[in-house]
């Protein structure tokens, strides 16, 4: 059987307002904390733009391959062969590793 569901009358609640409103902001300076070190946000942005530049040279190598064979195939071997020389190479890592 479902248990009903108690009515909190706007009386009966001990929470503030200004209770709500410093537990959200200390919420949120503790989630965004990291912006207060000094070089977090270079740190961002050189990620972000290396990821652009990656995506940006993944889809030009695509293309080209593409317009140089005409063949799909191509396009998938050449994109996934960085998978699979980590494929190939980690296991030799990890035993070197050890």
Known sequence: MVEPIEEISPDASNVTATDADEKTVSTLRSKFAVFAIRGFPWLLLANASAFVG??????GQA?????????????GLVNAM??????????VGGVLAD
């Open 54 to 59: 990656f995506t940006v040279r993944n889809m």
């Open 63 to 75: 293309w080209l391959v593409l317009e140089e064979t005409d063949s799909a195939f191509m396009v």
């Open 82 to 91: 960085p998978a699979l020389v980590l494929l190939i190479l980690s296991p």
